[in-house]
């Protein structure tokens, strides 16, 4: 697991006692958009906290961020002191966890019952206080499974216009980790075709890059509106990401050449074997490449 340091600037914190600490509360934010910096902003002037109350935030893509850390947190009136606070973001009232999130919701709790040293008891604000937190969406059953995944090291082909950092985000880890695991000594002389190693879970799936999913949307793979965007977020990716990347792939210039040409370069070796690989030297999308196979079938 990455959990991801922003270096939020805090006020006065005061050590966790572990011999002390019983219980993981798990919260969400109540607002369907703040990430880390809104919550810790707003905690820190309109509350006037030290900063972000949780020990740990985890976002709607499963990236896990440092908030308090070990340190005291201001997250459940009459018992910061003995427990840990993890916030998710998101509104469970209304919307939606993401498997990303459950997922990442498990690695922590394992990740603080290790530095405990024993088995914490799991619960909801709710279960605290007097009020809606996490939410009825907050998938607490399954949060609460324990982990059991083990992590694997799978490649990434690196493509034009890539960067450690927009690769990060398409695979859920960061740019120092991607560096690390990569011992890269110039993080910006990557280039197109290169492999990088980058670590998952093999109890889950890995996720698509964004031109993958975004295509299976044009193609109507996951179907419209709300169900989409229901559903891509569910299968762990932003749908807001996914509909941009979607955006960017409709307005780009339609391909100059004909089907008919575009076949006949196929048939004539120019863009490789295989059908994917074909498709991406063509740079046209998948149901565009389908009637490119149609036509070379014909022809051969």
């Known amino acids: 697991m990455n959990i991801i340091d922003r270096k939020l600037s805090f006020g006065s914190l005061v050590p966790l ?22 919550v810790h902003n707003f905690h820190k002037n309109t509350r006037g906290w030290s900063g972000i109350g949780y020990n740990f935030w985890i976002d709607k893509q499963g990236n896990v961020f440092l908030g308090r850390g070990f340190n005291q947190g201001a997250h459940v009136l009459n018992h910061n002191s003995t427990t840990v606070g993890v916030g998710f973001q998101g509104d469970f009232t209304k919307d939606k966890m993401t498997d990303a999130q459950v997922l990442a919701g498990q690695q922590v709790i394992d990740y603080v019952n290790e530095w405990a ?19 009825k969406n907050f998938r607490m059953s399954e ?23 927009s690769i990060a985000r398409e695979l859920n880890t960061n740019a120092d980790e ?36 975004a295509e299976e949307v044009i193609d109507g793979k996951w ?16 749908a807001d990401q996914v509909q941009s990347r979607v955006n960017m792939l409709l307005t780009k210039p339609k391909p100059k050449k004909t089907v008919a040409q575009m076949a ?17 030297s063509l740079g046209i999308s998948a149901s565009e490449y389908a009637k490119v196979r149609n036509e070379v079938n014909k022809r051969v």
């Not at 991607?178 to 980058?198: E, F, Y």
């Not at 074997?273 to 074909?278: A, K, Q």
């Open 17 to 38: 006692n572990k011999n002390r600490v019983s219980k993981i509360v798990v919260h969400h934010m109540a607002h369907s958009t703040w990430g880390l910096e809104d």
């Open 117 to 135: 040293g024993k088995k914490l008891e799991v619960v909801g604000h709710n279960e605290l206080q007097a009020t809606a937190c996490p939410g």
């Open 143 to 165: 949060v609460k499974q324990p982990l059991k995944n083990t992590q694997v090291t799978v490649d990434y082909t690196v493509k034009a216009g890539d960067t450690l950092y």
């Open 178 to 213: 991607l560096i690390t695991l990569n011992n890269i000594k110039t993080p910006n002389l990557i280039k197109p075709g290169q492999k990088l190693k980058t670590k998952v879970f093999a109890s889950k799936p890995a996720l698509k890059t964004l031109d993958e999913i």
């Open 223 to 238: 179907g419209n509106g709300s169900d989409r965007f229901n559903r891509l977020n569910k299968a762990g990716y932003s």
């Open 264 to 280: 006949q370069e196929v048939i004539d070796g120019k863009h490789g074997n295989g059908h994917e690989n074909r498709r991406k």
